[in-house]
């Protein structure tokens, strides 16, 4: 009867853990980032106002891929990836519905998927025309998986161009 006991209290400790470290790994999974800023955010200036911004996304986990079709693109999978966008003005854009990814150098696997080894350009377009000079702005960039990106700038003084937002 004693073994029988000893084995069942066993039992659930050994349950009890393995339940333990599942959610500790299933913690680290959401935890963890699937996608990394890779080289400069850039900002497109039209009429004295940002109207784009740019930067370049590369896959962190070498077996997991992210989706990156734009909204408005082919089901299953549009837009998995959310772009959030929020500014000095005071506006605040849930789900940025204009922009886009390109894929950078060879595709190796499907058109829309940032799979291991590839960087793609995400081009956004300003929800509004109304940022000007040393004016903030932040994007979160939220993927199905993983940490979301967060880029936040002030823009210099002088807008012209194409211009490096440090």
């Known amino acids: 009867m004693a073994s029988v006991l000893a084995y069942s209290v066993l039992s659930a400790g050994i349950f009890s853990s393995e339940k333990g470290k599942a959610a500790v790994y ?4 959401q935890a963890s980032a ?3 800023i890779r080289g400069s955010v850039l900002g497109t200036v039209a009429a004295g106002k940002l109207s784009h911004v740019q930067f370049n996304v590369a896959s962190v986990l070498q077996d997991d ?9 082919a089901a299953p999978y549009a837009n998995s990836v959310v772009i959030n966008y929020t500014d000095s003005t005071g506006l605040a854009v849930n789900d940025v519905k204009t922009w886009t990814a390109t894929i950078k ?3 190796r696997g499907v058109a829309t998927m940032l799979e291991a080894n590839e960087q793609m350009l995400v081009d956004v377009t300003v929800p509004t025309n109304t940022l000007a000079a040393y004016g903030t702005f932040t994007l979160q960039v939220i993927p199905p998986k993983g940490a979301a990106i967060t880029i936040s700038r002030t823009l210099p003084g002088s807008l012209t161009g194409i211009m490096d937002l440090h």
Do not use: F, H, I
Not at 26 to 29: A, E, I, N, P
């Open 105 to 107: 150098g060879q595709e």
């Open 65 to 73: 891929a992210v989706d990156m079709t734009p909204p408005g693109g």
């Open 34 to 36: 699937s996608m990394e």
């Open 26 to 29: 299933k913690g680290l999974d």
